[in-house]
């Protein structure tokens, strides 16, 4: 199978006054095309910092990341914001969409960067993708006029709408209610499930149940890993128990 | 505590406390240097005409004179305090030969005088009466300016020769114009040189009261005493003095009242900024009941320190720059009366730009109490969500690459925020248009039109003379065949009576002619076709209370005609105070007769001129360019040189504005920008969205910038322009106009540039944790 992401022995540490901060010591990681895998760990362990690694939006000070067969670290400014705006898609905690633009235009927006002339099949994509995250009717509001989960649900839109290889998520659910939460775990899996690798950060075993491996993170260091079979909708019940036990059993 | 807490907090934004700074020190600088030189200067005139004590009255007349009858005149009339007829010997300027080069050039009546005893003194550079021994000559201040002559030259006139002792001020005729240079000599030497010119007299009063001026004119015209010349009142002579360095002055604290706008605007700007960082603060410390005076205590003081700071650099840096701009004044004028009390006059000056901004920034502070503690908790910030552009959607966009719609996007959803950059654009073009216009302007040839002289490339004097009409005839028959000359016109002047409304009778110089073939401009009505038609300058217009349409009754043979009132127009020349008329009169005497001539190649002028200087000796041959570089040339070059500053001013002031903008701009907008890079945008991308905003601020600033300058501007610079004489006014178009506007692009684009420098290397992770 082929590796979207592979990653070996990531070190970087922040510099607190004079003090050098470790916060990831030796992580070495590798995603699969079409994988949806989730970190869990306790707060401060080093998730966020692991995702902004593996997905070249922050430097590391050892170590390297492969994405798609290219060392992030070599490449230039450009060619990384060539490679997020063309392959990955981020979701965040809270959703990060701009103030100035209607709900439609934030979605459109990376895509029309790039090709302006196709804007009608553009926003008819978006479109598309809108009615299918429930959000068919909001286009025209403003970014304050909706809720919280509808507007992580355009983030999620916005981040499809160039098919990307993958989609980083950093606890994507951690702001929204239960029912707002399994509507964005809804559309992650239809996503997953098309193709598109999925690597979440989150500390609900809910979400991680649904992703086929959970890595456990500790002090910067991943500890533990565990796998499951493409979630179908079945067995929630047993992989929330199994995830909570390891949980337990490693102490977090 | 405050100490602690304002020191810190202008140390975390140096560049905008810098730069606030700069801007009220630039202020403080204009603002104490204007009010320097406006007392500098009117203190300077006042002792210049002190010292020298300047007529109240003076008619200059040329032609034989009753000494005796005016004598009578001054003893009986009741207003008058001293009375004196001066002599003053008009040469020719070919036969003034000063260290081998002659004045013959030169578009002033040169002439020579001995030091009058009881007043209109001329004085050397220190003040003093000069004393003039045999052998001796001094010189008129101008001559030293621009280089004619200096001490130890040799003059010759008509083969006397004299050496330059040294330079005088002449309270009268310093100005460059005053069409007349007096030259000093002593009363041998006069005597010696008397036979090489004509005589003219200067009959001059002093009146125990300067403010019984016009019932003295009156008398005076009434008396029928010798008129033929020019009449100069005192206020005149003060305003010739002034017009140079006022026009400076009126143009400094026009850009200072600019710059003390663009501060008050920066201190808004910066003040709000700060206001919306702190916002959650100001809502907190509200919430748990703490006084929010405090808080407005310690940004008032903030800003009173830096408001002392500029203003002690400005007041420092305006005593670099004061000599500079006194030059002149102190040349010309000498030292003011209260040059102490200018210093003090710099000191208020700037105490009234500190305390204005005091003023101000406690006004703007009232906001505070408007702020909401439960909203400023909750949202954190002052604005809701971006209103306006609404329907300006990417989604629809098909014409704009998709960086510049952003760009423009931001600006029309944050107008207010943009308001701040967008007044500083405006003025700044102002600032950079207006003087620029004005110099284009009264330096562009078509200019002297407006001033009371037909555009014309040569222009011949025949005055002093007698036989004036068959000289003038002979001329016109030179010129009737000389193919090159397309267009002449004859204009001849002479002295008739106008009644007044109350019956009393006053003198007034009547241009005849036809006044239709080079025409001036007249700022009300047109110029005299018909027999009984005649136009006024705006100065005999004001004195006599007429208007275009009015009748008004001249006197001609001893009958009395009446005249309709065709035209208004402005004059600086012969007093201001002339008419023009097409009647033909056979009567008067006539007192000098001008000349203008056209060339079908206008070229050819320089030539010209001087061949017909060659033919005709008995007129003063003048090409036009010349004529005007003599007598507006100081004028015109200080405009020039204000309009220069102004456009470096506003340039520094666009570039630090802009730069200080966008570097806040940068810092506001940190989690947009990292947004927009997570999905994918460039360093560049974002860097051409900001360059957007700028272009699109920079030309709406521009056009309305443009479209203010040319209206409100034009008022304005109509106004500085009427002050010396030119009524009606508009601004020549110049194509070189552009090329400042040019440059403030490019500065706005560069201050761009450089303040959001790398705001695309913000750290991506530490701004999306929003
Ligand atoms: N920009 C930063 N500067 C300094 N320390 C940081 C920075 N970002 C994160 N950290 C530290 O790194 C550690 C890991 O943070 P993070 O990756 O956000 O944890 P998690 O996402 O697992 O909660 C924490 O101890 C945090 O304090
Ligand atoms: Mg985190």
Known sequence: MMKIISCENIVKSFSAGNEKHPVLGGVSLEINEGEFISIMGPSGSGKTTLMYAVSGMDSID???????????????????????????????????LLKNLNILDNIILPAMRDNRKNAARTTEKARALMKKAGIGELEKRDITEVSGGQLQRAGICRAVMSQPKI??????????????????????????????????????????????????????????????????????EDRIEAITAKMREIGI | MYYRIIRNDMLKSKLITLTTMMFVAVAAMLVSLSAILVVNLSGSINMLMDQAKTPHFMQMHSGDIDAGRLADFAEQNSHVDEFQVLEFLNVDGARIVIDGNSLADSVQDNGFTTQSEKFDYLLDLDGNVITVSDGEIYIPVSYMKDGTG?????????????????????????????????????????????????????????????????????????????????TITYPLFKMLNAISDGLMIAVLLLVSTLIVAITFMCIHFTLLAKIEDDYREIGVMKAIGLRVSDLKKIYLVKYAVIAAAGCMLGFALSFVFRDLLLENIRLYMGESEHASFAFLFGIVGILVVFLAIVAYVNNVLKRFRKISAAQAIRLGTSQGKAAGAKHFRLSRNRLLNTNIFLGVKDVLARKSLYATMLAVLIISTFIIIVPQNLYNTISSKSFITYMGIGSSDMRMDIQQTSHISEKAAEIVKAMERDSSISKYAVLTTKTFKAKAADGSEQGIKIELGDHSILP?????????????????????????????????????????????????????????????????????????????????????????????????????????????????????????????????????????VILLFMKMLVAKDSYSIAVMKSVGFTDSDIAMQYVSRSVFVLMAGMILGTLLANTIGEVLAGAVISSFGAASFQFADHPLSMYPLLLMAGTVLIATMLGTWGAGQIKLAANMKE
């Open chain 1, 62 to 96: 050892s170590g390297t990341v492969l994405f798609d067969g290219r060392n992030l670290s070599a490449l230039s400014e450009k060619e990384l914001s060539d490679i997020r705006r063309t392959k990955m898609g981020f979701v965040f905690q809270q959703p990060t």
């Open chain 1, 167 to 236: 989609i980083f998520g950093d606890e994507p659910t951690g702001a929204l209610n239960s029912t707002s939460a399994q509507k964005i775990m809804d559309m992650l899996s239809e996503i997953n499930t098309e193709g598109t690798a999925v690597m979440l950060v989150t500390h609900d075993a809910k979400v991680a149940a649904r992703t086929e491996r959970i890595m456990f993170m500790c002090d910067g260091k991943i500890v533990s890993e565990m796998r499951f079979k493409k979630f179908n909708g079945t067995g929630m």
């Open chain 2, 150 to 230: 200096k001490v130890g030259d040799t003059i010759s006139i008509n083969g006397k020769t004299l050496t330059v002792a040294g330079f005088l001020r002449d309270s009268q005729m310093n100005s460059l114009l005053a069409s007349s240079k007096r030259f000093l000599v002593s009363e041998n030497d006069y005597a010696a040189i008397k036979g090489s010119g004509s005589m003219e007299y200067l009959i001059e009063f002093r009146l125990k009261d300067l403010s019984e001026i016009g019932a003295f004119e009156t008398d005076y015209t009434s008396a029928e005493l010798e008129a033929n010349g020019p």
């Open chain 2, 520 to 656: 001036v401009q007249y700022s009300e009505g047109k110029a005299p076709v018909a027999e009984d038609e005649i136009a006024l300058s705006t100065m005999n217009a004001d004195d006599l209370g007429i208007k275009v349409g009015d009748v008004m009754t001249l006197v001609i043979e001893g009958k009395e005609k009446d005249f309709t009132v065709c035209g208004v127009y402005s004059d600086v020349t012969n007093g201001g105070k002339t008419a023009k008329a097409v009647f033909s009169d056979e009567s008067a005497d006539i007192m000098w007769c001008v000349i203008y001539a056209k060339l079908s190649d206008p070229s050819l002028a320089e030539a010209k001129t001087s061949e017909y200087a060659d033919r005709f000796h008995f007129a003063k041959v003048s090409h036009i360019d010349e004529y005007v570089a003599q007598t507006f040339g100081s004028t015109i070059s200080s405009v020039g040189k204000a309009s220069d500053t102004s456009v470096a001013v506003a340039l520094m002031i666009t570039g630090l």
